[in-house]
C-alpha cells in the first residue's frame, strides 16, 4: 500500500491550503483515514479522521476551519485547510486503516509552513 501526499507549502496566516493523498489500495477497503500532523518537538497529533461521510472526527484546535474528504473512486483524501494560524505549521501525514486491520499505513508527509 502507498500513500502519496501533495499539496503543502508555504502560506500567509488567514490563508488557505488543501492537501491531497493518494492511495493506492481500494478505499472502499478501508475502515477509516484521515490525516496526522507533526511539529518538532512535537508528538504526531490527529488533525481530521473519516469513516463516512457523516462519521469524522477533528482536533478541537481545527474543527470549524479544516475538512476531511475521501473519494473512494478517484482513491484519495483531501484535507481542506481554511483560516490556517502559524500554530498549524508542521509536517502533515496522511493514513489509512484498511477493514479488519489494526495496521495504520502512512504517506512520507507534506510540510506546511503558516507564516507572514
Known amino acids: 500500500v502507498q500513500l502519496v501526499e501533495s499539496g503543502g507549502g508555504l502560506v500567509q496566516p488567514g490563508g488557505s491550503l488543501k492537501l491531497s493523498c493518494a492511495v493506492s489500495?481500494?478505499?472502499?477497503?478501508?475502515?477509516?483515514a484521515g490525516w496526522y500532523r507533526q511539529s518538532p518537538g512535537q508528538e504526531r497529533e490527529l488533525v481530521a479522521a473519516?469513516?463516512?461521510?457523516?462519521?469524522?472526527d477533528y482536533a478541537d484546535s481545527v474543527k470549524g476551519r479544516f475538512a476531511v474528504y475521501r473519494d473512494n473512486a478517484k482513491k484519495t483524501v483531501d484535507l481542506e485547510m481554511n483560516k490556517l494560524k502559524p500554530d498549524d505549521t508542521a509536517v502533515y501525514y496522511c493514513?489509512?486503516?484498511?477493514?479488519?486491520?489494526?495496521?495504520?499505513?502512512w504517506g512520507r508527509g507534506t510540510q506546511v509552513t503558516v507564516s507572514s
Open positions: 489500495a481500494k478505499l472502499s477497503t478501508v475502515y477509516a
Open positions: 493514513y489509512i486503516r484498511p477493514l479488519g486491520e489494526e495496521n495504520y499505513y
Open positions: 473519516i469513516r463516512t461521510a457523516s462519521d469524522q
